[in-house]
T-cell receptor, first 114, second 120 residues
């Protein structure tokens, strides 16, 4: 079955520290992978996506993610955390010819300490 | 800003009542999706439209749920005889299917702010 797993429901980092949010997917066909961010009481905003081509994808707000097929992973990183990065982050996957419906992970709440 | 809009933003209702939510997608977006998000979980797919045609419904969408997109523009999601388990955030998203006639699925979905439903 196709699924997404985000390791760690809550991650806490200090301001200026590296941010690493983990995402693994399960699928027998090539995936399209997305990271979305959600601030309290708001909808989801796309950070970045991987469809085809370069496996290292750069997104908004200094985030990037690398698609590793051998590890079935799409981890999100940012070299230096900012207080404004505190939010809920969701990894999602979809596949060719499935109408674009997204399968989401359970989310990781990122806290940033001053 | 002409992003996805949803109304109402909040709805409190009593068990057994009917509720209807509206989603206005980004203009020229031909695909519209509904998702449900419960506390502490990621969104779950409910249904989607391409233009006015409803192409897929999740098993999560019981007979009490109905969605429409009559003119291929805005969409409504109705829940009849609400139950406490329906309490959730209902998210709408829209996208523009890529040209070429292929169902690629890699288009970016733009989300609205959601409608938070509380059933007492």
């Amino acid at each position: 079955a196709q699924s997404v797993t985000q390791l760690g429901s809550h991650v806490s980092v200090s301001e200026g520290a590296l941010v690493l949010l983990r995402c693994n997917y399960s699928s027998s066909v090539p995936p399209y992978l997305f990271w979305y961010v959600q601030y309290p009481n708001q909808g989801l905003q796309l950070l970045l996506k991987y469809t085809t081509g370069a496996t290292l994808v750069k997104g908004i707000n200094g985030f990037e993610a690398e698609f590793k097929k051998s590890e079935t992973s799409f981890h999100l990183t940012k070299p230096s955390a900012h207080m404004s990065d505190a939010a809920e982050y969701f990894c999602a996957v979809t596949f060719y010819n499935q109408g674009g419906k997204l399968i989401f992970g359970q989310g990781t709440e990122l806290s940033v300490k001053p | 800003d002409t992003g996805v809009s949803q109304n109402p933003r909040h709805k409190i209702t009593k068990r057994g009542q009917n509720v209807t939510f509206r989603c206005d997608p980004i203009s020229e977006h031909n695909r519209l999706y509904w998702y449900r998000q419960t506390l502490g979980q990621g969104p779950e797919f409910l249904t989607y439209f391409q233009n006015e045609a409803q192409l897929e419904k999740s098993r999560l969408l019981s007979d009490r749920f109905s969605a429409e997109r009559p003119k291929g523009s805005f969409s409504t999601l109705e829940i009849q005889r609400t139950e406490q388990g329906d309490s959730a955030m209902y998210l709408c998203a829209s996208s523009r299917r890529l040209a070429g006639g292929e169902n690629r699925g890699q288009e970016t979905q733009y989300f609205g702010p959601g409608t938070r439903l509380l059933v007492l």
